[in-house]
């Protein structure tokens, strides 16, 4: 199969489901962002070494990633979403253990904190503002309701997820800071 196929030439764009988008469609930029979100969670992975626990969390939140994209690049009504995996309270459980177990090892923030530090720490922040974006696109599509349909439960728990994700970046900064030994940039106003 070739990578290109021309089809997006003109500015629109295929969804799994079959319907013709504008690429600048806030249903695109989503994915989109979720895409890039991704990729930064690639380079942070590959930043922490094989031989990081966080590491192996990263890999699976970028599976998780790919389902999301999936979902998103699929009309909430359209019957293409029976073929897609469910997001369920456990995967965002995952990621609130993980928070948990990283919190447990860090001081308490008490002041806001300036993104930066550690190399890894830094990709991290990048990831979390990258992730706060897509969450912002996903609510956009979240909020439109086609003649009143309520969209499958798997869309309000991609919005939980990525709004959890966040949160497990900003700790894994933190955690990414601590286990290098490195304090935390305190703003100083």
């Known amino acids: 199969m070739k990578i290109y196929t021309g089809s997006g030439d003109r500015g629109k764009t295929s969804l799994f489901s079959g319907e013709r988008f504008p690429k600048n469609n806030v249903r695109i930029e989503a994915y989109g962002d979720v895409d890039e979100l991704n990729s930064y969670l ?3 992975a590959s930043a922490l070494g094989p031989d990081s626990d966080s590491r192996s969390e990263l890999l699976a939140i ?3 990633l790919l389902h999301a994209g999936a979902w998103l690049a699929t009309t909430p009504l359209s019957s293409s979403t029976a073929a897609l995996d469910v997001f369920d309270e456990e995967h965002i459980r995952a990621l609130e253990s993980a928070i948990d177990r990283m919190e447990q090892a860090l001081t308490p923030l008490n002041a806001f904190i300036l993104p930066g530090g550690q190399m890894t720490a830094a990709l991290a922040h990048v990831a979390r503002t990258v992730c706060r974006r897509a969450e912002r696109h996903v609510v956009a599509i ?3 309701r086609k003649n009143g349909q309520q969209r499958p439960e798997s869309y309000r728990l991609l919005l939980v997820y990525l709004n959890r994700l966040s949160d497990y970046l900003f700790v894994l900064a933190r955690y990414c800071n601590h ?3 490195e304090e ?6």
């Not at 935390?184 to 106003?189: C, E, G, M, Q, T």
């Open 142 to 144: 979240s909020d439109t």
């Open 42 to 44: 690639g380079v942070l």
């Open 62 to 64: 970028q599976s998780m």
């Open 184 to 189: 935390d940039l305190v703003w100083r106003r």
């Open 179 to 181: 286990i290098a030994g």
